[in-house]
């Protein structure tokens, strides 16, 4: 809609994760940089955790990339396996054994170690690469740990990445899994992003899509975006198209504080206290009550003093 108005190629802050528009913000790299260090050094498992929409699927799939198909043999499950034995069928689907689905749990556990043992033959590591996380339950993260038993006498023949929302930490502190949790040798957690990082990104996204005259975002606009976000990408994207379509409606160049606000009226999810008056009318109540008890005593001084 508003592409050809301001000179793009594509829409810079569409959803779906893609790799293209990966800005090489500070936590992101330190993220990648701490995946390819642990997987050189062969670490068994890796967490990446971080809250909905933080930037975990594009980050995993950047590491598809990054990773050099001469050392590493790569498997990736983006959707997380129900049970065990599921977990193990995909895990094999993706390494090619065709008889997966007909093999019992031993002679399929057995097929999957030869291949694994085939893997590190040929000079390479497996990886494993698991989205969602969050989502596995007990059994199948113990199967997981199991899996990573398979080992030679110098090195594991199975490196894993859990990426996950907060909650996956949360089910990590089980006690009944306290021996997966001591093999968590190196995690990362992803955090929002700051004023400077979201200008950044803003910037940095136009210019991937496309774009040539400067900055489109005003320091108001990046200001609201920040606040209205709470640093969420995934919010982020959605509020900057939005505030480029409200500019667009204008024949404004410049997205302006005005047009965020606009996309914020139309968004659910972003700063909901702001959408809500009674929420926002009870909370004023209260403060303002808050105010009047520690005042109380200076007005009652001021009568007793007037009497």
Request: net charge neutral.
């Amino acid at each position: 809609m508003y592409e050809a108005f301001f000179g793009l190629r594509e829409k810079p802050f569409a959803l779906t994760p893609n790799t293209g528009f990966l800005v090489e913000l500070p936590p992101y790299q330190a993220c990648l940089n701490l995946l390819r260090v642990a997987l050189a050094e062969g670490e068994g498992f890796i967490k990446v955790t971080g809250e909905v929409g933080t930037g975990k699927t594009l980050l995993c799939r950047a590491l598809l990339n990054l990773l050099d198909a001469e050392r590493y043999q790569v498997a990736w499950l983006p959707e997380p396996a129900s049970s065990p034995a599921a977990l193990r069928q995909a895990l094999a689907h993706e390494l090619g054994i065709a008889e997966a689905m007909t093999l019992d749990a031993q002679a399929l556990l057995a097929a999957l170690q030869r291949r694994l043992v085939e893997i590190a033959a040929s000079g390479r590591s497996l990886v494993l690469l698991i989205d969602e996380a969050q989502v596995l339950d007990r059994d199948t993260l113990e199967g997981l740990r199991l899996l990573t038993n398979l080992e030679t006498e110098r090195s594991k023949l199975l490196q894993v990445v859990l990426f996950g929302q907060p909650e996956l930490d949360a089910l990590l502190e089980r006690q009944d899994l306290r021996q997966l949790r001591q093999r968590i040798t190196f995690s990362y957690r992803l955090t929002p992003l700051d004023r400077t990082d979201t200008g950044r990104y803003l910037n940095e996204r136009m210019a991937h899509a496309g774009f040539t005259g400067g900055t489109v975002f005003s320091a108001a606009a990046v200001r609201r975006l920040t606040l209205d976000s709470g640093g969420i990408p995934r919010l982020l994207n959605i509020l900057a198209h939005k505030a480029l379509m409200a500019a667009f409606g204008e024949g404004a160049r410049r997205v302006d504080g005005r047009h965020v606000r606009r996309a914020l009226a139309d968004t659910e999810g972003a700063r909901p206290f702001l959408q809500r008056p009674r929420t926002l009318g009870w909370a004023c109540a209260l403060g303002l009550a808050g105010a009047l008890g520690a005042a109380w005593p200076w007005f009652e001084r001021i009568s007793e003093a007037l009497r």
